[in-house]
């Protein structure tokens, strides 16, 4: 299995329609990240968690929203998906304790239409 | 905000060709990490710096930090390396991630 692992892997929606997409790590790491990554931009940030009762902005959060169920579960949420929500997502997760290095879920491309 | 370049945004290589990607950063940063993108799109991180030098198998990653600077070398290049390599800085003393676009290296059998 998987360290992180991240459904669904591919996922057609329509505009208006509320999407969860979920993440679940192995990995006993306490830090866990949510990323779109978008053709010539790059990853970035939507939302990190640094424990359970810690949730905070990234640098793309409108139109997301986030909930961390237990320190391994951290999910996202599109609230009514748009179009130029189409992307690559990324979950990830790090060690506070180990250095900061990082372990990537395996992507949920999503596709609004 | 912390600006990071990469250059080249793309290289193509024959196999056994020593490679470099650079990696520039404007502000301090606590690490530098390279990550490597294969082409289905998962993710896997290669390196963590703070300083110095690191090495596994064929790769090799430098960070100057006077110069903001960050060197990922491969080499005796393989058609397997072909993937996008991405440069990932975390801010000093803030949680600020921010990640160079990318350079996607093609090695040519």
């Known amino acids: 299995d998987a360290d992180v692992t991240q459904t669904p892997r591919n996922r057609i929606t329509k505009t208006g329609k509320r999407i969860m997409l979920e993440c679940s790590q192995t990995?006993?790491?306490?830090?866990m990240y949510w990323y779109r990554q978008d053709p010539g931009l790059g990853l970035q940030l939507i939302y990190y968690?640094?424990?359970?009762?810690?949730?905070n902005k990234g640098e793309i959060s409108d139109g997301y929203s986030v909930s961390r169920q237990a320190q391994a579960k951290f999910s996202l949420s599109l609230e009514s998906a748009i179009p130029n929500q189409t992307a690559l997502y990324f979950c990830?997760?790090?060690?506070?304790?180990?250095?900061?290095?990082?372990?990537f879920g395996s992507g949920t491309r999503l596709t609004v239409v | 905000k912390n600006e990071v370049e990469q250059s080249p945004q793309n290289l193509t290589a024959q196999e056994g060709e020593f490679i470099t990607i650079n990696c520039s950063y404007s502000?301090?940063?606590?690490?530098l990490h390279w990550l490597q993108q294969h082409p289905g799109g998962g993710i896997v991180s290669l390196f963590m710096?703070?300083?110095g030098k690191k090495k596994h198998g064929r790769l090799i990653a430098t960070i100057n930090i006077q110069e903001k600077h960050s060197s990922l070398h491969i080499t005796a290049s393989h058609p397997r390396d072909s993937a996008v390599y991405i440069c990932?800085?975390?801010?000093?003393?803030?949680?600020?991630?921010?990640f160079g676009k990318g350079t996607k290296l093609s090695v040519i059998p």
């Open positions: 990830a997760t790090s060690d506070s304790r180990a250095g900061y290095g990082y372990t």
């Open positions: 710096l703070s300083s």
């Open positions: 990995k006993g790491h306490d830090r």
């Open positions: 502000v301090g940063i606590s690490a």
């Open positions: 990932l800085v975390s801010g000093a003393g803030s949680y600020q991630l921010t």
């Open positions: 968690s640094f424990d359970v009762k810690d949730i």
